[in-house]
């Protein structure tokens, strides 16, 4: 993903702008990004309006995400999206230092119904604009692009994730010397999606669904224009490369994928990359499987093309992979500047993109991470094989609290599949506390085969004790 800015988000005297204060049902505020200050420094606070204002992240409308070289264009964006009854918050005077400052921003995103990026040539060079829009992205916030430069130029710079996660929507571009008629153009568009989302929520459906399926509709018709081998089903790729065969080597498929597509992966993704993503590809189509197949078979290739019952074509499907796996390397990047924030938050959700997402987490190279993403996935309430194969892994961890929170996570899940190898750990792990939370977790489960093996291991422990004092 794109290097860390060498200056931070801030200047010594950030600029303080005292928003018409407007009679509303809701607080106005922002929450924002852009490169305002650098985490570790608190810029000067003059203004005690709008520092009262920026510390509640929530029932905001919307954040904007923007780079400070581009803070006057902010200014006069939310100035005007105010002023049309649109409650926005930036981080205009600062939130604070530290992990707080982190917090707030993973925070504000996760809360706000409207998520724009105020996009230049600035912004995408921006890591924190970078973590911003895919922590966006991977929480199904209704993204609205918005260009102050021309396409081609941001372009040009912008990392292939960041290309990945806005290229399945509709921007909207603002001429800095003609802002009025660009803003005229993007106000109908927010007002228009916060209508519909009040509505749903009062209907009692989910937002996020309907920003599912407009993604999809958008997707069908760009594949519309795709080369036909683009287009091509599981069903026809297996049959093309493995007609008659049950079965193939995973990375006999790798190899495969990678020759067939060997243009189409170079025009999109860096040669460091391919190989990353081709290695979490095997993986997660092995998932379907079971938790430690090597082999992939028809029907799990169509059941990892197959999202919301809806089944995708295969470089369809590889390339909204790709996405979720590019947003979530950008967010849960150790120098990310949203991490700790929404790995704590994305339990709460239950889309795709986000169990995904925290299923990917589990092969992270930090067991911390790890650990706190198998929880974090338990709580989605997901129960599907794969999620249920991939915390099944976790029990085989070298980390003990990686062990604990995969016994922790399948026992919240009375997940019944995992009860003998959470029997297996109960009985013989040498850490206490990973013992604890398998008998924890069997005992969530309950059922005759718990009951029954627990009631013999403690007989035959009882007994081992007896033999042991009479010697």
């Known amino acids: 993903m794109g290097s860390k800015p060498s200056t931070g988000r801030h200047e010594s005297k950030p600029e303080h702008e005292k928003p018409s204060v407007q009679p509303q049902s809701k607080a106005t505020g922002t929450v924002g990004s852009g490169d305002t200050f650098s985490p570790h420094e608190v810029p000067e606070m003059s203004d005690k309006y709008d520092i009262k204002r920026q510390e509640s992240v929530s029932n905001r409308d919307l954040m ?20 049309n009854g649109i409650s926005v918050w930036v981080d205009v005077v600062g939130l604070g230092a530290g992990v707080d400052f982190l917090s707030k921003i993973g925070q504000a995103i996760l809360e706000a119904k409207l998520f724009i990026s105020l996009l230049s040539t600035s912004t995408v060079k921006s890591k924190y604009c970078q973590d ?97 081998h683009l287009s091509e089903s599981p069903n026809v790729y297996w049959n093309k490369f493995y007609k008659n065969k049950e079965n193939v080597d995973l990375n006999q498929f790798a190899e495969d994928f990678l020759k ?70 950008d967010v849960f990047a150790m120098d990310s500047t949203v991490r700790v924030d929404a790995i704590e938050n994305l339990g709460k959700y239950q889309s795709a993109s986000v ?17 706190v993403a198998a929880v974090s996935l338990a709580k989605t309430g997901n129960q599907d094989k794969s999620t249920i194969n991939v915390l099944l892994k976790c029990l085989n ?42 008998q924890t977790a069997l005992i969530q489960i309950g059922g005759e085969q718990v009951d029954k093996a627990m009631h013999i291991t403690k007989v035959l422990a009882e007994e081992i004790r007896l033999l042991t004092e009479e010697t």
């Not at 060997?262 to 189509?285: F, G, H, R, S």
């Open 260 to 329: 067939y597509f060997k243009e189409d992966l170079n025009n999109v993704y860096p040669a460091e990359d391919q190989t990353w993503l081709i290695d979490n590809l095997k993986e997660e189509v092995a998932m379907s499987i079971d938790s430690d197949a090597k082999e992939i078979t028809p029907k799990s290739l169509a059941d990892f093309c197959t999202v919301d019952g809806e089944e995708q074509a295969l470089w369809q499907r590889v390339t909204s992979y790709a996405q979720d796996m590019y947003a979530m390397k």
């Open 355 to 371: 169990i995904n997402s925290l299923k990917d987490l589990l092969r992270n190279e930090d067991s911390n991470i790890r650990a």
């Open 64 to 83: 904007i995400s923007y780079s400070h070289v581009d803070k006057e264009m902010m200014a006069k964006l939310r100035e005007s999206l105010e002023k």
């Open 397 to 438: 961890d070298k980390d003990r609290l990686v062990r604990e929170s995969g016994c922790l996570a399948l026992g919240h899940m009375k997940a019944k599949r995992a009860v003998p190898k959470l029997l297996h750990l109960w009985r013989n792990d040498f850490i206490s506390h990973v013992r604890e939370a398998a």
């Open 132 to 228: 911003e829009v895919a922590l966006a992205y991977i929480s199904q916030k209704a993204i609205f692009p918005v260009a102050i430069q021309s396409q081609e130029e941001i372009y040009a710079i912008m990392d292939t994730g960041m290309k990945l996660q806005l290229a399945s929507l509709e921007w909207t571009f603002i001429d800095p010397e003609n802002f009025d008629e660009g803003f005229k153009e993007l106000l109908p568009k927010l007002k228009a999606e916060l209508e519909d989302q009040e509505k749903e929520v009062n209907q009692g459906h989910q937002v996020k669904e309907r920003l599912k399926e407009r993604q999809k509709k958008f997707k069908r018709e760009v594949s519309l224009h795709l080369d036909p």
